[in-house]
């Protein structure tokens, strides 16, 4: 079975330029999630998502951060504009429990660089 | 809002060795999760735990629930360089979202 496949792994940009983020969760979770990683910090939750609906946003910096789950499958995390401060580790995540309860499987991250 | 410690912050040890680490909490949780991440990698899932004193084994990993609900326990025994890697716990109250620590970094010598 594919794990939680996530891309680009790298992206390097200038800041005030937009980036996106793709992710594809495990076939049959219905819940997915977005985190942030700092470096040397444990993730944390920016969105979570039931389906198409986000049910938990309210970590998400909404001037400048957007996503999306139109299908209830696959998920982009939009950045616009990036500022120095966004350079972080993009992961995310899917469960196969709703109510964001259950085991979480995270994909592989992308890894944002903005100069 | 809520917050897990967990200590160590990081460990150098010998292959070989047992290892130790623990996160704590200032809030009662119902659910406790260890992950392990690798250099360049996303967190893969270790251990789960559901129940208040549990104690679970995935191989030479062990870990615990707290009787408090308020902490977590990871054990690992016999270290071999594979363990390298940065140890979260996190812990889930209900349907609210799961909080992670900080990480416990493990380094091994060979």
Known sequence: EAGVVQSPRYKIIEKKQPVAFWCNPIS??????????????????LIRYENEEAVDDSQLPKDRFSAERLKGVDSTLK????EL????????????LRGGTGE???GEGSRLTVL | GQQLNQSPQSMFIQEGEDVSMNCTSSSIFNTWL?????????????IALYKAGELTSNGRLTAQFGITRKDSFLNISASIPSDVGIYFCAG???????????????????
């Open chain 1, 85 to 96: 401060g966004d350079s972080a580790v993009y992961l995310c995540a899917s469960s196969l």
């Open chain 1, 104 to 106: 979480l499987f995270f």
């Open chain 1, 28 to 45: 049959g979770h219905n819940t997915l999630y977005w985190y942030l990683q700092n470096l040397g910090q444990g993730p944390e939750l």
């Open chain 1, 79 to 82: 950045i616009q504009p990036a």
């Open chain 2, 92 to 110: 889930q109250r209900g349907a609210q979202k799961l909080v992670f620590g900080q990480g416990t970094r493990l380094t091994i010598n060979p």
């Open chain 2, 34 to 46: 260890w992950y392990k991440q690798d250099p360049g990698e996303g967190p893969v899932l270790l």
